[in-house]
């Protein structure tokens, strides 16, 4: 037998109707490998160099944004090689400036 005086809520309407119901939060999105990062690097005809330190160099890039890291990796099989060994020079000077502010702007930085 039940109880009828204990009220029924029904969970997609909330409580009593006066409460929509919480959603839950979407899952987390897996981390998926740069295997295709990978295979978009290594159509460069045009150019010679290596591609695991130039991938190292633009993941740990401050100064772009995902969204300009995204143009580089899309220009690459179009830039010349002056256009890659000069990339290349400016992510190495950029990492040798943000060292050199570690110690000062680290917590900035981080």
């Known amino acids: 037998m039940s109880d009828d005086t204990t009220p029924i809520t ?9 409460n929509p ?4 939060p979407p899952p987390p999105r897996p981390k998926t490998p ?3 990062l ?5 159509v460069h005809p045009l150019t010679s160099f290596d591609e695991m330190n130039f991938i190292d160099l633009l993941e740990h890039s401050l100064s772009l944004s ?4 995204k143009r ?12 890659v060994d ?23 930085i981080k």
Request: hydrophobic share 35%.
């Open 66 to 69: 995902t969204f300009e890291k």
């Open 38 to 42: 990978m295979n978009r690097f290594m």
């Open 10 to 18: 029904d969970p997609m309407i909330g409580d009593q109707g006066t």
């Open 21 to 24: 119901p919480i959603p839950p």
């Open 72 to 83: 580089v990796i899309d220009a690459i099989p179009t830039l010349s090689q002056f256009q």
């Open 34 to 36: 740069n295997d295709d």
């Open 86 to 108: 000069e990339l290349i020079k400016v992510f190495e000077d950029e990492r040798v400036e943000f060292r050199k502010l570690m110690p000062t702007e680290g917590e900035i």
